[in-house]
């Protein structure tokens, strides 16, 4: 390959994932109230009025309506009008609700490579533990929560059909410890996922950066400034400002609109 087709390849592929993004997602928001604004907001993406469109969808969500669909257009709009950040948060956010969806996948990959490299090894941490969480099943924690329940009774009522009948107990022994270990596994994914994910609140910069000063005023010396699209730890909020920890255990207040909690 020449080096005038390396330089060209990034860019074309980047415009061939966004340019594939359907504008109206596999999995359809089925709320009724929210039908026609979410087929406006598609309309407007389809037209090229990319802000137009994030607007739309923004409006959406802020009506409480959360799903895959609704956060996979969202970043779309916003990566195709340039808001990395946003696109990034908008991406996790369908991620976490639909984490088997290939576009999803698809997309995420694509504005993760769009980031700095120390937002990226931020991002790909969260998705990593996301995934060891999910037992490697890309599971959601509702989807981890139903297969523990199903999985403990299952462990329970062949257990007590063991006790019950001496004579299918050797059949039934190897399926109610398959069953139980099963359980254990996807209690243990559920608990991790429940307090070492969607326990620990987490933020996006969604600002070209955010600086982080020692106190929250403007006047306040800055402590470190954080790159776009990195993945930090919320910790206290004051007046327009929220306090954040970075993995390496430095803290400092940002503004509050140049974070998006996810």
């Given at each position: 390959m020449t080096r005038v087709a390396q330089r060209l390849m990034t860019p074309l592929m980047a415009i061939a994932l966004i340019a594939a993004c359907r504008s109206a997602h596999a999995a359809p928001v089925s709320d009724a109230a929210i039908v026609a604004p979410f087929r406006q907001a598609n309309e407007l993406y389809r037209g090229g009025r990319f802000e137009d469109a994030a607007e739309a969808y923004r409006a959406i969500l802020s009506r409480g309506v959360e799903s895959g669909a609704l956060y996979y257009n969202f970043g779309n709009a916003l990566a195709k009008a340039g808001h990395v950040g946003q696109a990034l948060w908008a991406y996790l956010e369908a991620e976490r609700l639909a984490p088997r969806d290939p576009d999803?996948?698809?997309?995420?990959?694509y504005i993760i490579g769009e980031l700095r490299p120390e937002a990226q090894a931020g991002v790909e941490a969260l998705l990593r533990q996301r995934r060891l969480a999910g037992l490697g099943l890309r599971l959601t924690t509702e989807e981890l929560t139903i297969a523990w329940l199903v999985l403990l009774w299952a462990a329970a009522l062949t257990w007590i059909a063991v006790g019950f009948s001496a004579q299918a107990s050797a059949r039934l022994r190897p399926i109610a410890i398959a069953l139980?270990?099963?359980?254990?596994?996807?209690?243990a994914g559920m608990a991790?996922?429940?307090?070492l994910l969607d326990g620990i609140p987490r933020a996006v910069v969604v600002a070209d950066q955010a600086e982080a000063k020692f106190a929250p005023q403007d006047s306040s010396t800055t402590h470190f400034v954080v790159p776009e699209g990195s993945v930090i730890r919320r910790m206290e909020e004051e007046l327009g400002w929220v306090q954040v920890r970075r993995p390496d255990g430095q803290s400092g207040w940002v503004r509050r609109d140049?974070?998006?909690?996810?």
């Open positions: 999803v996948q698809a997309n995420l990959a139980s270990v099963a359980a254990v596994l996807a209690g991790a996922r429940r307090l140049a974070v998006k909690a996810l």
